[in-house]
């Protein structure tokens, strides 16, 4: 008889509710220590894609944390640092911000965000990426 492989049931909205809780305490313990790259790498981990409008908020008010705790001069390495897939969910974020009437400062430091994350290996392809994904953070 063939082994039959279960897939896991997809989290609950409480479950979704409970990671993000746990993710933005995370971060900002590593913000408190100034661990900058290891907090957005954090906050980019297990992006809630299946969750509710008000969970995908609150998650994306994590990223935004940690991404404006770097200065300008430090955003291309943070973003180097960074998985390929942190990366491509960091540029969906980006396209999220900017949907949002958020000030102009803030706008013109997800520009460099942007700007870092073409230039490395992510390339225009990430861009790609971000737009068509069904999936949004």
């Known amino acids: 008889m063939a082994d039959v492989k279960m897939t896991p049931a997809p989290p609950s909205e409480e479950d979704w509710q409970s990671r993000c809780a746990r993710c933005k305490a995370t971060v900002e313990g590593l913000l408190k220590n100034r661990q900058t790259k290891e907090a957005l790498a954090e906050a980019l ?3 809630p894609y299946g969750a509710t409008v008000k969970t995908r908020e609150d998650a994306a008010r994590t990223v935004l944390q940690a991404m404006s705790a770097f200065r300008e001069a430090e955003i291309k390495a943070a973003a180097a640092s960074l998985s390929e897939e942190a990366q491509n969910t960091l540029m969906k974020y980006l396209y999220k911000f900017w949907g949002q009437s958020l000030p102009a400062r803030t706008n013109s430091q997800l520009f460099t965000w942007h700007s870092a994350l073409v230039e490395l ?3 225009p392809g990430s861009i790609v990426r971000a737009i068509y ?3 949004w953070p």
């Open 121 to 123: 290996q992510a390339g």
């Open 45 to 47: 981990k297990e992006p």
């Open 133 to 135: 994904d069904w999936n």
